[in-house]
C-alpha cells in the first residue's frame, strides 16, 4: 500500500521555522507547504485518491497486445481506447496527473481518467516495441 498523504500545522516554536511559518501553515509528509488547511486537505485528498486507483494497475504488465488491454479493462472496469488512440500524441506526451487551482480546489484529471490513460499507455509500450521490430 503506498503512503497516505497526511499534513500537520508547521510549528512555530523557536527560530527554526520562523520564515516558514510567516507564509505557511501547514506541511505535507512530502514536505508540500500550503498557506491554508484547506489547500492542505484537496492536496492529500487529491493524490491519496489519485494512487489509491493507480494502484489497481500494480499486477498489470508494462506491456499489454489489443486482447490482454481490452481484458484487462473489462476486468478492472476501465475504459479502453483504439489502438490508434493510444499513439495520439496527448496519450504519448500528456503528463496524467491531477493538480490543485489557485484557489486550492481539485482542478486536474480526476483518477478514472488518469487510470484509463496509465492502461492505454501499456498498450502503447506494446505498440511501439512491434514498430520498432518492424522492418523498413
Known sequence: MFEQYTYQPIARDGEQNKDLAEKFIFIS???????????????????NDHWSAMRRLDDVPSALTRGEYVATG?????????DKQCQDYSLVFGEFTPWLDENGEIAGYAPTYCLKMALARRRLTALRTQLDKAPY
Do not use: P
Open 29 to 47: 509528509h512530502d514536505g508540500h507547504l500550503f498557506e491554508t488547511e484547506r489547500r492542505a486537505k484537496n492536496w492529500c485528498k487529491m493524490w
Open 74 to 82: 473489462a476486468s478492472l472496469n476501465i475504459e479502453t481506447v483504439s
